[in-house]
């Protein structure tokens, strides 16, 4: 099957924290955006599993090597869960990072800190060319600021206060972020069924 994990993204930011958070496992993660005519799978599921499980298998049965997929969700209390699984697109098809955080914004105007809980799901799928799934989530509780705040991370990072607080994820380091992100933790509830599929040495 080989030492290859393909990383089922076309997302360089995405890319770099799953490298992070895999140091030293495997001889190579390569994104699928680097092989020869993959495209990104349609996400149209009514899940982050669902999702994740559509981009991992696309992604194993196109390449014929092991692939790790992720969907993740900002889930507001406020917004009854939204944008949840269409976090990516709340702003529509082709929103940037900006707009949907402008949209977010707006949406909850008005609505004091004490009713701005929120928080990052994530869930992580593993799946091979033969079809085999292992999936896991993980998840980070928090709150959405009234404006951005730092420099670092991507997506709703500027806005999501961690716990707490009083920091957003954009005013972590990168370790800091994969020391507790709702990412690192799906991915840790995958790390058995990696390291059976790649043991060590």
Do not use: Q
């Amino acid at each position: 099957m080989g030492k290859i994990l393909v990383i089922a993204t076309f997302n360089p930011h995405k890319l770099g924290e799953l490298r992070a958070l895999l140091p030293g496992l495997f001889p190579e993660l390569r994104a699928l955006s680097s092989f020869p005519g993959a495209v990104p799978a349609e996400e149209d599921g009514e899940t982050l599993e669902a999702n994740a499980l559509k981009k991992a298998l696309a992604a194993a049965r196109f390449t014929g090597l092991p692939a790790l997929a992720d969907d993740t969700g900002l889930e507001v209390d406020a917004l009854g869960g939204a944008p949840g699984v269409r976090s990516a697109r709340y702003a529509g098809e082709k929103a940037s990072y900006a707009d949907n955080n402008a949209r977010l914004l707006a949406a909850l105007a008005g609505v004091p800190p004490a009713g701005r809980a929120a928080r990052f799901a994530c869930v992580t799928a593993l799946a091979l060319p033969s079809g085999a799934v292992r999936t896991a989530r993980g998840v980070l509780e928090g709150r959405i600021t009234a404006a951005p705040r730092g420099g670092n991370g991507f997506g709703y990072d500027p806005l999501f206060e961690v716990g707490a607080g009083p920091r957003t994820l954009a005013e972590f380091s990168d370790a800091e972020k994969n020391s507790v992100s709702h990412r690192a933790a799906a991915l840790k509830g995958l790390l058995p069924a990696l390291l059976e599929l790649f043991p060590a040495g």
